[in-house]
């Protein structure tokens, strides 16, 4: 019993690597969606950014408002891919892979899992744009490597948390004209109702307690204290928060993706 369960791990494992390495084979292949989709984030950083900036109407303690919005972009733009990365599971849904999936000896939760994990890639590549940039145009990012390998690390877990609710997504919402319409009114909440804009000792008492529920807060904190302010003190609690996130939805994913094929 135990050796099969041990089997059934590396199995899934095997699943999950094979996924990853799909994705960055359909990246390096074509990268034009990536440069595409890089506009949005950069002119965040440049227009509102410089503008914001420059009227100091926003308290950052002492931070440049640029360098305090950077990390929220990235996780914005991390989250954006992450969601509509449903959308390709549609697709295959309609051109019947997934069903191929199915019929496999693959075990359904890695597939949720790889899944979710190859758009977790996908943020990677796109974060391997926005930082270099944002130094470009003045961020002051901490130069030290494990810090940004861990915020890297973090934003691939929360991206791959984002994934898995495009997933349940996909599990309700079959066509692509309807997945999309759903995708932004979820992603436009999660973003301003997170401290990636602003810090949430200045939002008001009620936006301040759905920050406090919100997983992409959580994610700009981490990712805020690794890249910028480098205070590491309420990080233990945001990787907590980050790792019962993608828990809970890779559960959840995994119980709804045998829908969308019905």
Same mark, same amino acid.
């Given at each position: 019993?135990?050796?099969?369960?041990?089997?059934?791990?590396?199995?899934?494992?095997?699943?999950?690597?094979?996924?990853?390495?799909?994705?960055?084979?359909?990246?390096?292949?074509?990268?034009?969606?990536?440069?595409?989709?890089?506009?949005q984030p950069l002119l965040w950083l440049v227009v509102f950014g410089s503008v914001l900036g420059?009227?100091?109407?926003?308290?950052?303690?002492?931070?440049?408002?640029?360098?305090?919005?950077?990390?929220?972009?990235?996780?914005?733009?991390?989250?954006?891919?992450?969601?509509?990365?449903?959308?390709?599971?549609?697709?295959?849904?309609?051109?019947?892979?997934?069903?191929?999936?199915?019929?496999?000896?693959?075990?359904?939760?890695?597939?949720?899992?790889?899944?979710?994990?190859?758009?977790?890639?996908?943020?990677?590549?796109? +974060? =391997?744009? #926005? !930082?270099? @940039? %944002?130094?470009?145009? &003045?961020?002051?990012? /901490?130069?030290?490597?494990?810090?940004?390998? +861990? =915020?890297? #690390? !973090?934003? @691939? %877990?929360?991206?791959? &948390?984002?994934?898995? /609710?495009?997933?349940?997504?996909?599990?309700?919402?079959?066509?692509?004209?309807? @997945?999309?319409?759903?995708?932004?009114?979820?992603?436009?909440?999660?973003?301003?109702?997170?401290?990636?804009?602003?810090?949430?000792?200045?939002?008001?008492?009620?936006?301040?307690?759905?920050?406090?529920?919100?997983?992409?807060?959580?994610?700009?904190?981490?990712?805020?204290?690794?890249?910028?302010?480098?205070?590491?003190?309420?990080?233990?609690?945001?990787?907590?928060?980050?790792?019962?996130?993608?828990?809970?939805?890779?559960?959840?994913?995994?119980?709804?993706?045998?829908?969308?094929?019905?």
């Open positions: 019993m135990l050796k099969m369960f041990k089997q059934k791990i590396k199995d899934g494992f095997r699943v999950v690597l094979a996924m990853m390495e799909l994705e960055v084979r359909r990246i390096t292949h074509d990268r034009t969606e990536l440069y595409l989709r890089a506009v420059s009227l100091r109407a926003i308290p950052t303690g002492g931070l440049p408002y640029i360098d305090f919005l950077m990390p929220g972009i990235l996780v914005q733009s991390s989250a954006t891919i992450a969601i509509f990365f449903g959308l390709i599971i549609i697709w295959e849904r309609e051109s019947g892979i997934l069903k191929k999936l199915f019929a496999s000896p693959a075990p359904q939760f890695a597939v949720v899992v790889g899944r979710s994990m190859a758009a977790g890639t996908r943020a990677l590549f796109q +974060a =391997a744009f #926005i !930082i270099p @940039f %944002a130094m470009l145009i &003045g961020v002051t990012v /901490i130069l030290n490597p494990l810090y940004l390998a +861990a =915020a890297l #690390i !973090i934003l @691939f %877990a929360a991206s791959s &948390g984002f994934a898995a /609710i495009s997933i349940i997504i996909a599990s309700v919402l079959k066509s692509r004209e309807r @997945f999309m319409g759903l995708g932004q009114v979820i992603i436009l909440p999660m973003f301003f109702g997170s401290s990636a804009l602003y810090p949430l000792e200045s939002m008001p008492p009620f936006l301040r307690s759905l920050a406090s529920v919100n997983p992409m807060t959580y994610v700009v904190e981490a990712v805020r204290a690794l890249l910028i302010t480098g205070d590491l003190s309420r990080l233990p609690t945001d990787c907590a928060a980050i790792l019962a996130f993608d828990v809970i939805l890779f559960t959840l994913a995994a119980l709804s993706f045998k829908k969308i094929i019905e």
